[in-house]
């Protein structure tokens, strides 16, 4: 086994800090050895939390001698820029999701990834939640025959902060929210996705939508794979009650299901029913995304480190990325046209 | 195949009209000619639903000319009686369980019926739930091994009628109610129970042991089966939240769980958490036990009236009712004495 | 209470026989006099089973004295046409769904009902199964809030006979099959459908495509609401695991799911890990659509004689099944065209 | 918050080695300074993989400077005299359950620990299992009413070593497994258990039987608490389909159930019905237990630091140790005699 991986963690958001955590003290072969934000008390939070040294400009983190790989988890519409210039010094790359937020951010990444031949993996922790990746291997085992129909859901408690609601910075339902679920067909069905149809709303914050003309709050979006086979991604922030994300997949032979709602196994019941507590709520020191998928998100991280020190291909990778980008960039222009909506193939 | 089978019914309460209901115009082969109740506004609302004649004395009803079984469901107290009576006139007899609630009764009935020749069959109608059944065809298919331990659980939502709370009248829990459970116990474990030991409390209706000392409400018994099987029967009639019918078999390779909480398949999700409407709570026209349990009261004088018809040996039979009465009789003396009791074996 | 409804049932093959069998003898008010089928040996055998006289021809039938209404469960190409003139004989008419097939017998079969003013009920029972009928009166008390989402699944085990799989003449699933789904769908949302856009693929049964070149064995329709809100209906013909019928309504302030994979509440466990019986599969005696919905089968009925005979409005109405109709035509258009279809509106 | 607390680690058995790695590396305020194992090779494995200096006598350990508390995993007849001699030491204890096997070795804990008043926390990590700890809330809340019925079941797949098999050395499955049931039951229930019942059969491992007489590998024992509360212990050696941890507290208003046999939410429906993966089996990496209650072990290592640096009162404490102790040995007893036996109380 070969040295230690030194990480800087660059965005000391609620997300950021938690993916550092991980990486500080439960990612076998990683060490941290930096954080930054734009924001200088989040930037001082990280570091006082995490005993390292911290910056406001990430660029003179980049610079640090001895850093192998960054982690960014800043906001969703610098990404892309802030992972080419790491990929460009030759530092191995973390990126959450969306790694890019339109086409030339990502022409750019794609460029500097594959000249300077550095591992890129985005946050597509869902592959690494054991749900999901039992029931890839019972399909994969053939369990339910050829896979036909997808169905995912994503479901968010309440609305991102007001920035990730637009389409233009954070990507909005269509391609920040739904890039999972897009990433969960292509690895469900081994297929990619031809054309998209959307059906869009804001049904529930219309005062959102006065500030941002392309809000939508609920989605329902058709997929149409290369193979024949169909699939519907359906998305919502107003599950007030609770994070909800599952997934089916039917196939020739049989059915795989994927979630539930109910969020620890305690039922209570009483004259009014039988009640359990819906899944994840989020408090003050674990996010709902984090209780749910918390053991997803250190799993990819344990297995990006083991990519970087055992020099194996990047998976979910830069095109597993992308494509889930260009499915997403669809999905918005179908919502705005009401008609069905073609992905770009990169040329 | 042969004529229709004409039945008497003998007890017109609310399980005595429903029953007789199901031969009036579901049971293929029944032919519903009289009823009778010691009631008199209860045997004319019979005989008004039902549209045959009535009497007020049930030893009218068994001389009917053309008579060919009765459905004896009256207070548990009397079924042994007039089931004796029937089978001496030659009368085929379907009673609810228990079929009797004390030996010289159950010896008078066992000796009738060996003479006469005469079918009885016992109203142990969970062997007639399809989901009773299907578990007890897995456990016959071997798909669980030998089974080991057997687990059963009766929870009414309240007590029943003064009479039958009362030992010598209704029987009590131990006799009465929790005959169904040793009953499932012999049929899925495939061997006879040998001692019993009852841990038995009077710990929601003081009210009630006061005027019947030996009342109570919550009981705990712990079967011994002759093949060294261990079995846990546990009632209850304060489940307030819906009667509650469950029962679990562990065997050397596996386990079958019977029954659920949840009463229609549909989960309310709020911001209280996940609510399933509980298990059966009667109504007005339709009693908790009937709502759960309708089929298989349905399924089992279908059986019956097919025994008749085909001359089959009648099941649950008199020793099945016989053996559920010994063990309830033991139940009752471990929860008087505090020490394990064997059960009687007929001489 | 007034007299008997008289009624003659049309249509002897497996469900029409079905239907037959609950109005002798499960339907309280119900007195079924004849059947009739076009071919001999069903007509007979109902009539055997039944014990009434038989027609090979349905007009003979329909003009029989005393005849208060029809039971109309004919291949689905003649539902209309019969039961116009059963409307125009002043017949009282329960048509299974869908009511018909195109717009010019729809408006036959609309005038017929309005100018003789007989009571007309189109066989959506799921909204009268316990399950979906639950989910309605959490949905009126508002535990959910206002409905937003709706998702409904209808997937059958097999194709249907070949008739049945051709859009001209049984409807194929867009017409035929998500009659349900779409009735639901304005049920639940209390709104109408304004479009659709169908993603439809023949993914599992080629040689039925070669046949009937617009045969789809898989589909996805996006519905949209006038009041904003969305749906997706999903179904298949390659169920293999079992016929598979479920709902989710999402609303601003909850969720409610209905319907279960699970058969009977049965699960076994051993080292293959835990095992439940899923969806109905069918059988000789009763087909799985019968065994999962037997219950609101019969409720409908009783539902449409207490109409009857109380004269109260019928329902789910001639209109409700204009509206399933016009939804399933876009749906169908949609599928070809590749587009989204707007739903029209009678004149 | 005051120092870290200096840990070391006594028995490096695979679940000591466990409760090591937690206390390296996911403890806040805990520092491993190092282990201890009377097999040279397992002390020396767990020094390699913790990186602290390993010793194959506890005694060294125990008098290293600057050692704050131990953390006792031995095999289970050393549990008491180990603790003892850490007290007297005025090291703070974590123990794994029990914390002694007989009467006179749990006096001189006692005293031990009474003297010295160091703090000292048995292992029942199901109290801090997020289900469980779910359900005591409600209970504490008086969701349930008053609680009056605890069912708990404790199932292992296989039979643990031959030593732990032995009554006089590993407690067997009345002293030793079922700790964790009397100490939930005393916990839900606020009562103190005064008399058992207990059932116990060698049913499946005869050859066990063989060798240690009083073995027995599967359970029931019937609880009777001080306030008149019934409950039920159900425990097994051969739950082949998997760990098997559930319980259920029935009380005067409701009833909760706790646990699950599903282990990830993922259900795979086939021909062959809707199949989930049952409960925890174990790999090489992680025991069965530790997959089902990792979160737990981890959890209760957390409190206890706590508890040392903030001076808190230990719990599960000594006294609850001794009560789950007191249980096991009536239990035992009763197996032997067949009758019900007193649980002793301390002078």
């Given at each position: 086994?070969?040295?230690?991986?030194?990480?800087?963690?660059?965005?000391?958001g609620?997300m950021?800090?938690?993916?550092?955590?991980?990486?500080?003290s439960?990612v076998?072969?990683a060490?941290?050895?930096?954080?930054?934000?734009?924001?200088?008390?989040?930037?001082?939070?990280?570091?006082?939390?995490?005993?390292?040294?911290?910056?406001?400009?990430?660029?003179?983190?980049?610079?640090?001698?001895?850093?192998?790989?960054?982690?960014?988890?800043?906001?969703?519409?610098?990404?892309?820029?802030?992972?080419?210039?790491?990929?460009?010094?030759?530092l191995?790359?973390f990126?959450?999701?969306?790694?890019?937020?339109?086409?030339?951010?990502?022409?750019?990444l794609e460029?500097?990834?594959?000249?300077?031949?550095?591992?890129?993996?985005?946050?597509?922790?869902?592959?690494?939640?054991p749900?999901?990746?039992?029931?890839?291997?019972?399909?994969?085992?053939?369990?339910i025959?050829?896979?036909?129909i997808?169905?995912?859901?994503?479901?968010?408690?309440?609305?991102?902060?007001?920035?990730?609601?637009?389409?233009?910075?954070g990507?909005?339902?269509?391609?920040?929210?739904?890039?999972?679920?897009?990433?969960?067909?292509?690895?469900?069905?081994?297929?990619?996705?031809?054309?998209?149809?959307?059906?869009?709303?804001?049904?529930?914050?219309?005062?959102?939508?006065?500030?941002?003309?392309?809000?939508?709050?609920?989605?329902m979006?058709?997929?149409?794979?290369?193979?024949?086979?169909?699939?519907?991604?359906?998305?919502?922030?107003?599950?007030?009650?609770?994070?909800?994300?599952?997934?089916?997949?039917?196939?020739?032979?049989?059915?795989?299901s994927?979630?539930?709602?109910?969020?620890?196994?305690?039922?209570?019941?009483t004259?009014?029913?039988?009640n359990a507590?819906?899944?994840?709520?989020?408090?003050?020191?674990?996010?709902?995304?984090?209780?749910?998928?918390?053991a997803?998100?250190?799993?990819?991280?344990?297995?990006f480190?083991?990519?970087?020190?055992?020099?194996?291909k990047?998976?979910?990778?830069?095109?597993?990325?992308?494509?889930?980008?260009?499915?997403?960039?669809?999905?918005?222009?179908?919502?705005?046209?009401?008609?069905?909506a073609?992905v770009?193939?990169?040329?």
């Amino acid at each position: 086994m070969v040295k230690q991986v030194k990480f800087g963690a660059i965005g000391m958001g609620r997300m950021g800090l938690w993916h550092a955590k991980d990486l500080e003290s439960r990612v076998p072969g990683a060490e941290l050895v930096a954080v930054s934000d734009i924001d200088k008390s989040s930037a001082m939070r990280g570091s006082r939390e995490l005993g390292v040294p911290w910056y406001q400009d990430y660029k003179k983190l980049l610079r640090l001698r001895d850093l192998d790989a960054v982690c960014v988890v800043t906001s969703t519409d610098t990404h892309a820029a802030i992972s080419t210039e790491a990929a460009r010094l030759g530092l191995d790359v973390f990126v959450e999701k969306p790694m890019a937020t339109g086409r030339t951010d990502a022409d750019q990444l794609e460029r500097a990834v594959r000249r300077s031949g550095v591992k890129l993996q985005v946050g597509f922790m869902r592959r690494f939640d054991p749900a999901y990746a039992h029931a890839k291997r019972r399909i994969e085992k053939g369990d339910i025959g050829k896979p036909l129909i997808f169905k995912s859901t994503s479901r968010d408690p309440f609305p991102p902060p007001p920035w990730a609601c637009d389409p233009k910075r954070g990507g909005g339902l269509q391609i920040e929210m739904h890039a999972h679920d897009y990433d969960l067909g292509r690895w469900f069905m081994g297929s990619e996705v031809n054309r998209v149809y959307t059906q869009g709303e804001c049904l529930v914050f219309p005062e959102i939508k006065r500030k941002i003309p392309e809000f939508v709050d609920n989605t329902m979006i058709t997929l149409s794979f290369r193979n024949k086979s169909i699939g519907v991604v359906e998305g919502s922030l107003n599950a007030k009650y609770g994070y909800d994300v599952r997934a089916e997949i039917y196939g020739s032979e049989g059915m795989v299901s994927v979630g539930a709602i109910q969020r620890v196994p305690v039922v209570v019941c009483t004259t009014r029913g039988a009640n359990a507590e819906t899944s994840y709520l989020g408090d003050d020191e674990t996010p709902h995304f984090a209780q749910r998928f918390g053991a997803a998100y250190l799993a990819e991280k344990i297995h990006f480190v083991r990519t970087v020190r055992e020099d194996l291909k990047a998976t979910p990778s830069l095109e597993d990325g992308r494509a889930a980008l260009e499915i997403g960039l669809a999905a918005f222009r179908s919502t705005n046209t009401g008609k069905p909506a073609e992905v770009s193939r990169k040329a």
